[in-house]
């Protein structure tokens, strides 16, 4: 199985940066997309963005683009999230995702991998 390990949270002020961090270990040979989702506070969990491992694709949600940069390293064992122009509404848990299909679009009920969440408050 593929364990996720996330860092990189913490709370930043409006219009600051954070840049969060998820490594992968265990069968990581898999051709897995990884990408990242968020539960606002009182919200269900949404889908905000996804690199693919072929082709080097990234997807993200509308109300974070142009703000929000996903990437991977060139060993494509993790993945970031650089976070520019943060606004309160980003507040939430993020989650890091690994999905063996390596396709778009990634859904909560298509992930197969989940990271623990990490917190990021952004503050007004």
């Known amino acids: 199985q593929v364990q996720l390990a996330e860092s990189g949270g913490g709370l930043v002020q409006a219009g600051g940066s954070l840049r969060l961090s998820c490594a992968a270990s265990?069968?990581?040979?898999?051709?897995?997309?990884m990408g990242w989702f968020r539960q606002p506070p009182g919200k269900a969990r949404e889908f905000v963005a996804a690199a693919t491992y072929s082709g080097g694709y990234t997807y993200y949600e509308d109300s974070v683009k142009g703000r929000f940069t996903i990437s991977r390293d060139a060993t494509k064992n993790t993945v970031h999230l650089q976070m520019n122009s943060l606004k309160p509404e980003d507040t939430a848990v993020y989650y890091c995702?690994?999905?063996?299909?390596?396709?778009?679009?990634?859904?909560?009920?298509?992930?197969?991998?989940w990271g623990q969440g990490t917190q990021v408050t952004v503050s007004s």
């Open positions: 265990g069968r990581t040979f898999s051709r897995y997309a």
């Open positions: 995702a690994a999905d063996n299909r390596d396709i778009h679009p990634m859904r909560i009920d298509t992930v197969n991998y």
